[in-house]
């Protein structure tokens, strides 16, 4: 009982980074740009950084919102790069500031005396220590995310998967895109802080991408994605304990383990259409 209890708050963190990640990672694989999130992870851990370096507490209010800062101003330059007939692919650009911004980070670091248990937290987390108090304000916030992208899912979804068909309806890619990026830095600022970047990615991307191997509609892959990312947050939180092994870093090779698991099943039982059985 004193096990489920302590492992509580973390696994309740865990089923929001899913619910809130599984959503936004559908549009992230539709776009083709994959890495956009560890990128938008890595510039909000470099702000995260630079608050530590101004002297302000890394957990405090302000350091937050000096990270979210460096947060938007990635999205910007994200959502203004974005063009689909560009010699200079999008995804060239995100991997080159993710380079930059974990380069700028390690120096950074450096130069804070003390602080360099801080820079391996912000890679893989350290999300047994979450409270629930964290847990209850991500909460709130992700609420609120994902209200905003109901009300405006139709718009976000046509520029996700139909950008041609968006045009032409007179949508402005670039302010819908800066819009989904600036909403997309709120849900990423907070989820490094709790899990770090590689979980963050692995909430975003994994759900996803084992989903797309079942299923082709927006309402399965999102069904599948959840389960999957409950599945996978329990297990690995459980095995982090029960093994004394670093539960960001656990959870993660969890996700690996789980989508070789899927992928085989889908050869080995599926073929076709997605979702029909061997």
Same mark, same amino acid.
């Given at each position: 009982?004193?096990?489920?209890?302590?492992?509580? @708050?973390?696994?309740?963190?865990?089923?929001?980074?899913?619910?809130?990640?599984? *959503?936004?990672?559908? &549009?992230?694989?539709?776009?083709?740009?994959?890495?956009?999130?560890? @990128?938008?992870?890595?510039?909000?851990?470099?702000?995260?950084?630079? !608050?530590?370096?101004?002297?302000?507490?890394?957990?405090? +209010? #302000? !350091?937050?919102?000096?990270?979210?800062?460096?947060?938007?101003?990635?999205? @910007?330059?994200?959502?203004?790069?974005?063009? &689909?007939?560009?010699? $200079?692919? /999008?995804?060239?650009? $995100?991997?080159?500031?993710?380079?930059?911004?974990?380069?700028?980070?390690?120096?950074?670091?450096?130069?804070?005396?003390?602080?360099?248990? &801080?820079? #391996?937290?912000?890679?893989?987390?350290?999300?047994?220590?979450?409270?629930?108090?964290?847990?209850?304000?991500?909460?709130?916030?992700?609420?609120?995310?994902?209200?905003?992208? *109901?009300?405006?899912?139709?718009?976000?979804?046509?520029? +996700?998967? &139909?950008?041609? /068909?968006?045009? !032409? /309806?007179?949508?402005?890619?670039?302010?819908?895109?800066?819009?989904? *990026?600036?909403?997309?830095?709120?849900?990423?600022?907070?989820?490094?802080?709790?899990?770090?970047?590689?979980?963050?990615?692995?909430?975003?991307?994994?759900?996803?991408?084992?989903?797309?191997?079942?299923?082709?509609? $927006?309402?399965?892959?999102? !069904?599948?994605?959840?389960?999957?990312?409950?599945?996978?947050?329990?297990?690995?939180?459980?095995?982090?304990? $029960?093994?004394?092994?670093?539960?960001?870093?656990?959870?993660?090779?969890?996700?690996?383990?789980?989508?070789?698991?899927?992928?085989?099943?889908? @050869?080995?039982?599926?073929?076709?259409?997605?979702? #029909?059985?061997?």
């Amino acid at each position: 009982m004193e096990v489920l209890v302590f492992l509580a @708050a973390p696994f309740v963190a865990s089923l929001i980074l899913t619910g809130i990640h599984a *959503y936004l990672g559908v &549009h992230v694989v539709e776009r083709g740009v994959i890495f956009v999130d560890i @990128a938008l992870a890595q510039i909000a851990a470099l702000g995260s950084t630079m !608050a530590i370096l101004a002297g302000m507490d890394v957990h405090s +209010s #302000k !350091a937050y919102w000096f990270s979210l800062g460096f947060t938007f101003l990635g999205a @910007a330059v994200i959502s203004v790069l974005r063009s &689909h007939n560009d010699r $200079i692919p /999008q995804e060239a650009i $995100i991997g080159i500031t993710y380079a930059v911004a974990s380069a700028a980070a390690i120096v950074a670091m450096s130069k804070a005396v003390g602080e360099t248990e &801080h820079l #391996k937290d912000m890679l893989v987390g350290n999300i047994l220590a979450v409270s629930w108090d964290e847990v209850r304000n991500t909460a709130l916030l992700y609420a609120a995310v994902g209200a905003f992208h *109901y009300i405006f899912r139709r718009k976000f979804l046509l520029i +996700s998967m &139909h950008p041609e /068909q968006a045009v !032409a /309806q007179g949508l402005s890619l670039r302010w819908w895109d800066f819009l989904f *990026y600036m909403s997309f830095g709120f849900v990423v600022t907070s989820s490094v802080a709790i899990a770090g970047v590689l979980l963050v990615f692995c909430y975003l991307i994994v759900p996803s991408v084992g989903a797309m191997l079942f299923a082709d509609t $927006i309402g399965r892959r999102l !069904a599948i994605g959840w389960a999957m990312g409950t599945l996978v947050s329990a297990l690995g939180v459980y095995l982090s304990l $029960i093994v004394d092994l670093p539960t960001g870093a656990t959870i993660v090779c969890t996700f690996g383990a789980v989508l070789v698991l899927m992928a085989v099943a889908r @050869a080995l039982f599926f073929r076709g259409s997605r979702g #029909k059985p061997a």
